[in-house]
């Protein structure tokens, strides 16, 4: 089965419940379609003024699936069809549904599906909307569903099957309003609520709106100007009686000013409009000032400096600001060429702020000229300190400018030390009068005298050969102290006498800031002497023949009486430590005994050598060849000493 709904409405699907009677009427299956109402295919809703109603018709067809029922054999049957509106809230819409009374026709094609008689012309089941006054202007979409109605069954006669179809259906009910020539009443903006100024740099503000209608505001319109309202953009709302909205952003354009309107205009759904408006100033320009700046001199106290601000929009808050003054504040005893004044800052009444800065390269002095110098270390020194020093002054300055550097020195003599030597002074002055005075340094330690050496033994003197001799030396410092003392032989030590010969001892000291001092002693060690062998008498005058050659001997002894060792000796004539020389006319051999010499030796060599065999040194003399008196120095017959013989010759 269809149906159809003319109407100035979409036109919706309807379920309806149709009992079909004969006696091969099986079940049939029916599909509801959209039809319309009064032949008008653009309809969109049914439109309802409020307090009134409507009627429209629901048209029904149906198809269905025919047993036995044909064109000559057809069935027939009385339908009944409701609707019902559920959408809520749906008490104060009601709503009516009308019945057929006639029976239709139903027969079978050779498909076997089920015709009106006279199809496919529809027909129709009146029905009704009816919509209270209170009701508000708008769309309401409501569900149409089947009712099982009752069938009369007339022919053919049997049981029959029910025609269903259970898809839901909906139709929308537009409601309006009556025509309606009274404009909305009370019309209200307030812009920030309620305040005076505003200082939005891009001019934003926010607008409280209401206004009241008998039938419903349905739109506002927002505008700088009440002209301007007629091409502003108007904004929907849903249609109510009372208004109101919250927060609404509007943007202010144009200059600033003390007074920038804005207008409302409130319609409502027949056109009827009223309008409204509010000011507020906008001021979004901070406050200005004007303040002197700082001159070039310096001063001894902190200055101060007179401003004014003025504000052409909104005002000053307070009042008062209008005149202010801005001061440095250097402390006592400081000094500054740079020295800044406070703040402030200004406000006006739209809450615009500014800050007048610090006034700053304020030259203030209150300070005395500073200087700098280092402090004595902890260390000695060799030499007098001098210590360089700075000195500046930030405010005035120096005077003179060449005291901005200067030195410090001590005036320790040479050859003297001190832990606590101090240097001299230095007074300083600035060009306001301040002053100061750098030093005396104090604690420097400057040592000026190498350290003192005394050496006890070994002394000046001759020591035997293999003697045991200990050294006995100090030194000492009264000022960095003592670094070193080093002897030739630690303190204490056997000094060195196992050689023949002329030796020296040394003793070096040096202190902590490398003064050195050295002392040396030398001394001789020589081998103990016993006197010449036969044929030589040491101790008279040797007499002999011009000429002849005769041997001159001798044996040398160490400190413990034992003889040299054959390679000590060696070494002294090796060496030629030992060395003869003849003089003659130094002495009177008259003045002396005499005795005779009687062993001669055949001439062969006349140098120094030594007899291993007899442990002997041993020179071959040969007399000269004129008769006197002569004397034989043996150089170093000992090692140091020179041992002399006289002799007398004779022809």
């Not at 808050?317 to 004044?341: K, M």
């Not at 000026?448 to 050496?453: F, T």
Request: glycine letters at 8%; aromatic letters at 6%.
């Amino acid at each position: 089965m269809r149906t159809w709904l003319r109407s100035k409405a979409t036109l919706l699907f309807l379920t309806c419940a149709v009992l079909l009677a004969g006696t091969a009427i099986a079940a049939i299956a029916a599909e509801l379609v959209t039809a319309e109402v009064d032949a008008d295919t653009n309809a969109t809703a049914v439109e309802v003024e409020q307090g009134k109603s409507a009627n429209f018709n629901i048209q029904l067809s149906a198809t269905g699936n025919l047993a036995a029922a044909t064109e000559t054999n057809p069935s027939t049957a009385a339908v009944h069809t409701s609707y019902s509106i559920t959408r809520n809230p749906d008490a104060t819409i009601s709503k009516t549904s009308g019945t057929f009374s006639s029976s239709k026709i139903f027969w079978g094609n050779s498909s076997g599906d089920a015709t009106w008689t006279g199809a496919p012309t529809p027909y129709s089941v009146p029905a009704s909307v009816s919509v209270g006054s209170n009701v508000p202007v708008g769309n309401y979409t409501y569900t149409l569903s089947t009712s099982a109605g009752t069938t009369q069954v007339t022919n053919p006669s049997g049981a029959g099957g029910k025609l269903a179809d259970s898809t839901a259906t909906t139709i929308t009910v537009h409601v309006v309003a009556p025509d309606d020539s009274t404009a909305p009443t009370n019309a209200s903006i307030d812009i920030d609520d309620g305040a005076t100024w505003t200082n939005n740099a891009g001019g934003n503000v926010s607008v409280d709106l209401s206004a009241t209608d008998n039938v419903g505001v349905v739109s506002y319109k927002l505008a700088e100007t009440q002209s301007g309202l007629g091409s502003a953009t108007a904004q929907s709302v849903s249609p109510t009686t009372n208004f109101s909205l919250s927060n609404v952003s509007f943007t202010l354009t144009g200059s600033e000013a003390s007074s920038k309107a804005v207008w409302l205009r409130v319609t409502d759904a027949q056109g009827n409009f009223t309008d409204a408006s509010d000011t507020i100033g906008w001021d979004k320009t901070a406050p200005g000032y004007s303040c002197p700046t700082a001159d070039s001199d310096w001063h001894a106290t902190n200055q101060t400096f007179n401003c004014t601000a003025s504000d052409g929009g909104s005002g000053l808050t307070p009042a008062s600001d209008s005149s202010f003054s801005l001061s440095t504040t250097v402390a006592a005893g400081s000094e500054d060429n740079n020295a800044s004044t406070g703040t402030k800052t200004l406000t006006d009444v739209a809450g615009n702020t500014v800050t007048a800065p610090a006034i700053t390269g304020v030259k203030v002095d209150r300070k005395a000229p500073s200087f700098s110098c280092p402090t004595a270390d902890s260390d000695w020194h060799a030499t007098n300190q001098t210590f360089n020093c700075t000195a500046s002054d930030g405010g005035s300055g120096l005077t003179p400018t060449g005291d901005s550097s200067f030195s410090l020195s001590t005036t320790v003599a040479a050859g003297n030390e001190t832990s606590n030597a101090a240097t001299g002074t230095k007074g300083l002055s600035d060009a306001v009068g301040n002053t100061a005075t750098a030093g005396p340094i104090t604690g420097v330690k400057v040592d000026r005298k190498a350290p003192s050496i005394t050496i006890t033994t070994p002394a000046a003197t001759t020591y035997s050969l293999g003697q045991s001799v200990n050294a006995n030396y100090g030194c000492s410092d009264l000022g960095s102290g003592l670094l070193t003392c080093l002897g030739t032989v630690n303190n204490g030590s056997a000094i060195d006498t196992s050689t023949i010969g002329s030796h020296s001892f040394k003793v070096d000291a040096e202190d902590n800031v490398n003064n050195k001092n050295s002392v040396s002693v030398n001394y001789s060690v020589a081998a103990a002497f016993n006197g010449f062998l036969q044929p030589i008498d040491g101790n008279m005058v040797n007499s002999g023949k011009v000429g002849r050659v005769y041997p001159v001997k001798w044996q040398l002894k160490d400190a413990n009486q034992n003889l040299i060792s054959d390679t000590a000796a060696q070494a002294l004539i090796d060496q030629n430590v030992i060395q003869v020389q003849q003089r003659s006319g130094n002495t009177a051999c008259s003045d002396y005994p005499s005795d005779s010499l009687e062993t001669e030796v055949a001439a062969g060599s006349t140098v120094v050598r030594y007899d291993a065999s007899s442990d002997q040194f041993v020179y071959n003399y040969k007399a000269p060849a004129t008769k006197g008196c002569y004397k034989l120095d043996v150089i170093k017959a000992d090692g140091v000493n020179t041992q002399s013989i006289l002799f007398n010759f004779t022809k």
